[in-house]
């Protein structure tokens, strides 16, 4: 059944994730001043599932219980399907104005898929898709948070798996026991890990090279796995709303997930040893397509938050009247669109995969992926460029509040804006863009979806452009 907030967090502080915080260990990351905030804000995005307002949009009738569960969930067999898919990755994302990309709905969305699509899994071995099938209704129904770690340790790129310094830097299977699979090594980012459960998919691709096989695996843990941790990175949490009104709400922390001689339970295997079937994993099953469907859906209602943000920017500043601001204005106006063109042209491009799942077209959403780790830059730009200076001389909630906080009333208001409120908008902006979270962000658009330049390369392979270099040849009369 879909869960509350307060079931999120009664689960992360009983059974926390294996937390490592700059040598020390997290006891609870319910109260931890670099997880408390992100946590309170899981935990209100599983409340909405209950409010009366938003519960038809955010949950459907479980298959199985009739009680109502994420909408994430939902399998895709039509356009319908997508469509009410699609209206809660919004709702959610429009909480968070897009700044955490991995909300549970993103995964949930790949879990869907492959159980969907779960008899591509049986031709590794017939149990590997039950196992599938299982493992989705049991995530469905506890409606648990997942996080996952698809990269191998950045060590040396220029070789395979096999060839690091050592054979288990990546994550290999050291032996097989009758109780399941040891695993060894570590996988390069998770974020989020404020977890109930990692997924451990493929994501670069294999190369069909010997030792290869010792790699190519799928699996899920709970986070709390003996021998399982997570190596967190610098935390980025403002503490206070008002000064930091998006770090201190949206920090999804990353980490690197370390498996030391991990058991894996054979019910938890979804993949093992078949270097083939881990490199087309996400593409034949669908993920892919309902990843990215759930990915162009957040990168709107960021998009949103970001024209908000710059319009509201120039008109508390007067910049609004500038032709030039108008148009940096108007950029942003064009790449909300053309995202929107792309979210809404793959639902109604959609169409059924080899397993029946009902998969929002690739390459619309190729589009989409490809595109914005390009725009989100410039994004970012448009808001340094008409921001300016604001950016940086922020009185904080405190300085209001000091001997000199009449100066600041005077002193720090914008035209139409009052002091405090221009100061909680220029925050907003630099904590979107210029903090320590606001520099991940740019970052994460960069590379959450894979390395920009192979994913481009990938387009390259997989899109047909034979019709259009039969075009060309017709026109030069090359017929024949
Ligand atoms: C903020 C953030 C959050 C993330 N969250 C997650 C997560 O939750 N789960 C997850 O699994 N991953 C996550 N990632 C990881 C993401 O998938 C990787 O960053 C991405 O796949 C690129 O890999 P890399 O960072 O190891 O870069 P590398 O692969 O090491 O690339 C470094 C440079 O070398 C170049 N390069 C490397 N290999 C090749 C090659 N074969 N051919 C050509 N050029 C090459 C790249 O183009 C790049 O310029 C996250 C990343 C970021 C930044």
């Not at 938003?54 to 039509?78: C, D, H, I, N």
């Not at 390459?363 to 460029?385: F, H, S, T, W």
């Given at each position: 059944?879909?869960?509350?907030?307060?079931?999120?967090?009664?689960?992360?502080?009983?059974?926390?994730?294996?937390?490592?915080?700059?040598?020390?260990?997290?006891?609870?990351p319910t109260t931890h001043p670099a997880f408390a905030g992100v946590?309170?804000?899981?935990?209100?995005?599983?409340?909405?599932?209950?409010?009366?307002?938003?519960?038809?949009?955010?949950?459907?009738?479980?298959?199985?219980?009739?009680?109502?569960?994420?909408?994430?969930?939902?399998?895709?067999?039509?356009?319908?399907?997508?469509?009410?898919?699609?209206?809660?990755?919004?709702?959610?994302?429009?909480?968070?104005?897009?700044?955490?990309?991995?909300?549970?709905?993103?995964?949930?969305?790949?879990?869907?898929?492959?159980?969907?699509?779960?008899?591509?899994?049986?031709?590794?071995?017939?149990?590997?898709?039950?196992?599938?099938?299982?493992?989705?209704?049991?995530?469905?129904?506890?409606?648990?948070?997942?996080?996952?770690?698809?990269?191998?340790?950045?060590?040396?790129?220029?070789?395979?798996?096999?060839?690091?310094?050592?054979?288990?830097?990546?994550?290999?299977?050291?032996?097989?026991?009758?109780?399941?699979?040891?695993?060894?090594?570590?996988?390069?980012?998770?974020?989020?890990?404020?977890?109930?459960?990692?997924?451990?998919?493929?994501?670069?691709?294999?190369?069909?090279?010997?030792?290869?096989?010792?790699?190519?695996?799928?699996?899920?843990?709970?986070?709390?796995?003996?021998?399982?941790?997570?190596?967190?990175?610098?935390?980025?949490?403002?503490?206070?709303?008002?000064?930091?009104?998006?770090?201190?709400?949206?920090?999804?922390?990353?980490?690197?997930?370390?498996?030391?001689?991990?058991?894996?339970?054979?019910?938890?295997?979804?993949?093992?040893?078949?270097?083939?079937?881990?490199?087309?994993?996400?593409?034949?099953?669908?993920?892919?397509?309902?990843m990215a469907h759930q990915v162009v859906v957040?990168?709107?209602?960021?998009?949103?938050?970001?024209?908000?943000?710059?319009?509201?920017?120039?008109?508390?500043?007067?910049?609004?009247?500038?032709?030039?601001?108008?148009?940096?204005?108007?950029?942003?106006?064009?790449?909300?669109?053309?995202?929107?063109?792309?979210?809404?042209?793959?639902?109604?491009?959609?169409?059924?995969?080899?397993?029946?799942?009902?998969?929002?077209?690739?390459?619309?959403?190729?589009?989409?992926?490809?595109?914005?780790?390009?725009?989100?830059?410039?994004?970012?730009?448009?808001?340094?460029?008409?921001?300016?200076?604001?950016?940086?001389?922020?009185?904080?909630?405190?300085?209001?509040?000091?001997?000199?906080?009449?100066?600041?009333?005077?002193?720090?208001?914008?035209?139409?804006?009052?002091?405090?409120?221009?100061?909680?908008?220029?925050?907003?902006?630099?904590?979107?863009?210029?903090?320590?979270?606001?520099?991940?962000?740019?970052?994460?658009?960069?590379?959450?979806?894979?390395?920009?330049?192979?994913?481009?390369?990938?387009?390259?392979?997989?899109?047909?452009?034979?019709?259009?270099?039969?075009?060309?040849?017709?026109?030069?009369?090359?017929?024949?």
């Amino acid at each position: 059944m879909a869960r509350t907030g307060a079931e999120y967090i009664e689960a992360l502080r009983t059974n926390p994730p294996n937390l490592w915080l700059k040598g020390e260990r997290v006891e609870d990351p319910t109260t931890h001043p670099a997880f408390a905030g992100v946590v309170r804000s899981m935990a209100a995005l599983y409340d909405l599932q209950h409010d009366p307002a938003w519960r038809e949009v955010l949950a459907y009738p479980s298959p199985k219980t009739g009680q109502p569960v994420g909408m994430s969930f939902r399998e895709a067999k039509s356009r319908e399907d997508l469509e009410k898919r699609a209206a809660a990755y919004k709702a959610w994302a429009d909480r968070t104005l897009g700044l955490m990309g991995r909300t549970p709905d993103y995964l949930n969305a790949a879990l869907t898929a492959y159980a969907q699509a779960a008899e591509f899994f049986a031709q590794g071995d017939p149990k590997f898709a039950e196992n599938v099938r299982n493992y989705y209704e049991f995530v469905r129904e506890h409606d648990l948070c997942t996080t996952h770690a698809l990269t191998n340790p950045q060590v040396n790129r220029a070789k395979g798996p096999a060839e690091q310094p050592d054979p288990y830097i990546p994550v290999g299977v050291v032996r097989e026991t009758k109780e399941g699979v040891i695993v060894r090594g570590a996988r390069m980012l998770a974020t989020l890990p404020v977890a109930d459960e990692i997924l451990v998919f493929p994501s670069t691709v294999l190369k069909n090279e010997p030792g290869a096989e010792r790699y190519a695996l799928a699996f899920a843990l709970p986070t709390n796995t003996p021998g399982l941790h997570f190596v967190c990175r610098e935390p980025l949490a403002g503490d206070s709303p008002f000064d930091h009104p998006v770090s201190s709400r949206f920090e999804e922390m990353d980490a690197m997930a370390i498996f030391d001689d991990v058991l894996v339970p054979w019910e938890r295997i979804f993949i093992l040893g078949s270097v083939e079937l881990t490199n087309r994993a996400y593409a034949d099953t669908g993920a892919l397509n309902h990843m990215a469907h759930q990915v162009v859906v957040h990168k709107v209602a960021k998009t949103e938050a970001f024209l908000g943000l710059v319009a509201l920017i120039a008109e508390g500043i007067g910049a609004d009247r500038f032709g030039h601001v108008q148009e940096k204005i108007a950029e942003v106006v064009v790449y909300l669109e053309t995202m929107r063109a792309f979210w809404k042209a793959a639902e109604a491009e959609g169409h059924e995969n080899d397993y029946g799942v009902f998969v929002p077209s690739r390459a619309k959403l190729d589009g989409a992926r490809n595109l914005y780790p390009r725009l989100y830059p410039r994004i970012r730009e448009i808001v340094q460029q008409i921001g300016a200076g604001g950016l940086i001389l922020l009185p904080s909630e405190r300085d209001f509040e000091g001997p000199l906080g009449e100066a600041m009333e005077k002193y720090m208001q914008g035209r139409n804006l009052e002091a405090r409120k221009k100061a909680q908008l220029f925050r907003l902006a630099w904590d979107m863009t210029l903090s320590g979270f606001g520099a991940r962000q740019e970052l994460y658009e960069r590379f959450f979806f894979g390395d920009p330049v192979r994913m481009y390369q990938t387009l390259f392979e997989v899109y047909d452009k034979e019709p259009y270099k039969e075009k060309i040849r017709r026109f030069l009369g090359w017929e024949g």
